[in-house]
């Protein structure tokens, strides 16, 4: 794996992470 | 509908046929028509990938599910950011060096003349058809609304699309996109700022509400092959449709062609990575927030009013009785709501039990009124698709609901334009011009290219307009088109097999249709997107298997 396609691989894997991790948090709090 | 609505929908459709129109000055070759000199900029063709990919049905029938189902939907694109980045490394870079016209030229130079052939065929039939779907979506909203005849619903949106795509070609398609995009960006958020400022309760009461009632409930981890939308699903399902979608799919392969370098093409996917899921949010949460405001302000039995009209007439006394049992409903669900913003977090448990008791109680009475909407003859048993037209409609303030109208058709046109170009593409480039003349100077392929488009324009507006009696075999496509999603990503993912050969992925191609057909009629309950893994790794398979060219033969 060469590294820019690793870089951007993990910058957009870290992107989705943090979305997942909004919306786990919005039915944690709300949907219980 | 008011006049300064209807005047901001015009304005809109005036202004986008001549901006799209005036683009035709850059398409005087084949190569300025079809791929825009491959000179676009990576954040055009990004947002113009993202434009085609969001459609009237998002905003109308998306939205409309978030309403009824909340925002599970949205697991469908978890796949869609890792797909960007494996095409990326992929096909991307594969296809942009080879500096084809058209995904399925690429296969002939790797494979052979059939299976550029078979490809690029099935896609013909496939987005012919559903480039007609995408039209009659809105059209058939919009004509039940304002009470316009078919035709002249398809026509107010299939016309300037038309027009301006064959003049001006990919480039007015992708400019036009630009504007669209944004159009379609600020109707949402302005549509969200109304709802939280219309919601009687705060927005930490309204998510309760929702959250109660079942709408926030986003992951299903349940690993069942059977459910359509799961966490496991989107991403494994998901992965192999988005590639096969951004990748392999011409009306999205056309776009990225565009871009000035394969940096630049891979950069203008990478907006899609950062950003679908976030919409795709958002646009679900309009939904959710719409269901929240009509817990509060008393909806219509049926949104759409011509249902409605027709149970009416058909047994009044029946009607009446409904509409009793649904005031009652709706009074409980209300009280319900109020209850529970007013109880502290720590003790709402029973509140929350009542609220979800009320609005099942209205869920009901709802299945019953469009049990009695299909006796009484209506062609839809569901009226999904009318929750956010009748609430922007009636509830939002002058000049608004006109831009979120005018959003809807932006959000059809960029689709529409898009899916037409790419059949023109693929029309010219990998039948005409491969099988009917291979010789003739530009401007006889430029005229032959725009007559193309103007072909499939009229195709797509003929489909529109006897889409509700197509019905059937329009689903007969659309089930067939996902028969062989996953096996023509199948295929490109063979040819970046070194030495694979021309009838490996030829009679693979046709495996794969036919394993996921068995598995389909075999086990119908399989989730369609898991279709995509079963149809791309049986090509891959059966390609390997027939063997690879030697070494010393292929170099």
């Known amino acids: 794996m060469s590294t820019p396609f690793r870089r951007v691989l993990l910058r957009v894997l870290a992107a989705e992470l943090l979305v997942l991790g909004l919306l786990l948090a919005l039915e944690y709090r709300y949907a219980g | ?555």
């Open chain 2, 1 to 555: 509908m008011h006049w300064i609505n209807w005047a901001i929908v015009l304005g809109y459709l005036a202004y986008i046929s001549i901006d799209g129109i005036r683009r035709a000055k850059g398409t005087k070759k084949l190569e300025g028509y079809f791929l825009g000199n491959r000179s676009l900029p990576w954040w055009v063709v990004g947002l113009s990938v993202m434009a085609t990919q969001l459609s009237a049905i998002t905003m109308i029938g998306t939205t409309g599910q978030g309403a009824n189902d909340g925002m599970r939907f949205v697991q469908f694109y978890f796949g869609l950011p890792v797909a960007m980045v494996i095409l990326g490394v992929t096909l991307v870079p594969f296809l942009h060096r080879a500096k084809v016209y058209t995904a399925y030229e690429f296969l002939e130079r790797r494979f052979d003349a059939r299976t550029r052939s078979l490809t690029s065929l099935l896609f013909l039939l496939s987005r012919g058809l559903s480039c007609g779907t995408i039209i009659a979506a809105p059209a058939v909203v919009f004509s039940s609304i304002f009470g316009l005849s078919m035709p002249y619903a398809v026509a107010l949106i299939g016309v300037p699309t038309v027009l301006y795509t064959m003049i001006g070609g990919i480039q007015a398609v992708a400019w036009t996109d630009v504007k669209q995009m944004l159009l379609i960006i600020i109707a949402i958020v302005a549509i969200i700022v109304v709802l939280l400022v219309r919601i009687p309760v705060d927005p930490d009461s309204a998510l309760r509400i929702a959250g109660a009632a079942g709408r926030l409930q986003v992951f299903d981890f349940d690993f069942t092959l059977t459910k359509q939308y799961t966490f496991w699903s989107g991403i494994i399902g998901g992965t192999f449709l988005m590639m096969s979608y951004f990748g392999t799919d011409q009306s999205q392969v056309q776009r990225y062609l565009t871009a000035k370098t394969v940096d630049e093409a891979r950069s203008s996917h990478l907006i899609s990575a950062y950003w679908k899921i976030p919409l795709q949010a958002l646009v679900l949460l309009i939904g959710v927030l719409v269901f929240v405001f009509y817990v509060f302000t008393p909806p219509p039995l049926y949104y759409n009013p011509a249902q409605g009209e027709r149970v009416r007439a058909a047994d009044p006394a029946a009607y009446a009785a409904v509409s009793e049992r649904y005031d009652v409903a709706l009074a409980r669900r209300t009280d319900a709501a109020r209850a529970l913003a007013h109880t502290s977090r720590d003790a709402d448990a029973a509140a929350r039990e009542a609220l979800r008791e009320g609005d099942r109680e209205v869920a009901a009475v709802r299945a019953d009124a469009m049990k009695a909407a299909t006796v009484a003859g209506a062609k839809a048993a569901t009226d999904v698709n009318y929750i956010i037209p009748h609430f922007v409609l009636t509830q939002l303030p002058l000049g608004l609901a006109g831009l979120f109208i005018a959003a809807v058709f932006a959000a059809a046109m960029s689709s529409v334009a898009g899916e037409l170009a790419s059949l023109s593409s693929t029309t010219v480039i990998d039948f005409y011009r491969r099988w009917v003349r291979k010789e003739a100077d530009d401007a006889h392929f430029l005229m032959v290219s725009r007559a193309a488009t103007g072909a499939w324009g009229v195709f797509a507006c003929v489909v529109a307009t006897f889409a509700a009696d197509l019905g059937s075999l329009i689903e007969v496509v659309n089930r067939f088109g996902s028969f062989f999603y996953g096996s023509i990503l199948g295929v490109f993912l063979l040819a970046m097999i070194p030495r694979t050969r021309g009838s490996g992925a030829f009679y693979g191609l046709i495996a794969g249709m036919t394993v996921v057909g068995a598995v389909n009629y075999g086990a119908p309950s399989v989730a369609f997107l898991w279709h995509n893994v079963v149809g791309a790794v049986t090509v891959v398979t059966v390609g390997v298997l027939f063997g690879r060219t030697p070494r010393e033969v292929a170099a």
